[in-house]
C-alpha cells in the first residue's frame, strides 16, 4: 500500500500540489510569524534577569528547533529515496538541506547575539552551540556532495547516504544541555514537567513556532518545486506550463 502511494507521487503531480499549497502556506506563516512576534515584542513582559535582549528567543528558539526539525525530514526523505528510488523524495532531501542548513545558520548567529550580553562574549566551545555548529557543517556537506556529481541521481544518493550517517548528531545537540554541564540553559518548554516559561512569554514563542514551522514547509515546496522545474525541464508536463 505504501509502495503504491509512493508511485503516485510523481513530479507532475507533486508540482501541481505545491501550486495550489504554497499561497496557503505563505499567508498562514506570515500571519503566524507577524502576530507572534507583535506578542513578542510588545506584549510579553521583560525577563527579570535578562531585561529586553530575551526577546531575541521568539527568532532564536524557532530558528533552533527548525534546525533540528528540518534534519528529521532531510533524515525521512533519504531513508524513502535510498530504498524505492522515488525522484520527488531525492529533490525534497536537496531541498530541505538548503532550507535546513539556513535555520540552522540563523539559530548559530541568533544564539551569538543573545550570548554576547548574557555571557559576555560571542563565542564559546558550549556543547550545545558546538553541536548545532557541526550540524551547519553536516548541512553543507551533505549540499556540496549532491552537487559534485555530474548524474544528479547519484549525487542524491551520496548525499542521502550522507545525511543517514549524520542523523545522529540530532539527539547529541537535543540533549547535550543534559548530558554535560554547559553554559548553554537547559530546556524550558520541550520538557516532562511544566514548561518553566511565563504564559506571557510561551504564547507569543508558539505562534512564532508554527509560523516559522509552515515557513519551512513553504520554502521546502517551492525550493523542491523549482528544482522539478530544472530536471524535467525537457519533460513534455513542463513545456505545457
Known amino acids: 500500500m505504501i509502495r503504491v502511494l509512493l508511485d503516485n507521487i510523481s513530479p507532475k503531480n507533486f508540482y501541481n500540489f505545491s501550486t495550489i499549497i504554497i499561497p496557503w502556506l505563505l499567508f498562514s506563516s506570515l500571519a503566524f510569524i507577524i502576530y507572534g512576534l507583535y506578542l513578542g515584542l510588545f506584549h510579553a513582559p521583560s525577563d527579570y534577569q535578562q531585561g529586553e535582549a530575551f526577546r531575541i528567543i521568539y527568532v532564536h528558539v524557532p530558528s533552533a528547533w527548525l534546525s533540528l526539525f528540518a534534519y528529521s525530514i532531510l533524515f525521512f526523505c533519504s531513508i524513502v529515496s535510498i530504498i524505492w528510488k522515488i525522484k520527488v523524495f531525492e529533490v525534497l532531501s536537496i531541498a530541505t538541506a538548503k532550507n535546513g542548513a539556513l535555520f540552522t545558520f540563523l539559530a548559530l548567529v541568533t544564539g551569538s547575539i543573545w550570548g554576547k550580553p548574557m555571557w559576555g562574549t560571542w563565542w564559546v566551545w558550549d556543547a550545545r552551540l558546538t553541536s548545532e555548529l557541526i550540524l551547519f ?96 525541464r525537457n519533460t513534455k508536463w513542463v513545456s505545457l506550463i
Do not use: C
Open 137 to 232: 557543517f553536516i548541512y553543507l556537506s551533505i549540499i556540496f556532495l549532491h552537487y559534485s556529481f555530474d548524474d544528479y541521481r547519484k549525487g542524491a544518493r551520496a548525499a542521502n547516504i550522507l545525511a543517514i550517517i549524520g542523523f545522529v548528531n540530532i539527539p547529541i545537540i537535543h540533549f547535550s544541555v543534559e548530558w554535560w554541564n554547559t553554559l548553554h540553559q537547559g530546556p524550558s518548554i520541550m520538557k516532562l514537567s511544566a514548561p518553566s516559561i511565563a504564559s506571557e512569554m510561551l504564547t507569543p514563542l508558539i505562534y512564532t513556532a508554527i509560523g516559522f514551522t509552515l515557513y519551512l514547509f513553504l520554502a521546502i515546496l517551492f525550493s523542491a518545486r523549482n528544482i522539478i522545474l530544472e530536471r524535467e
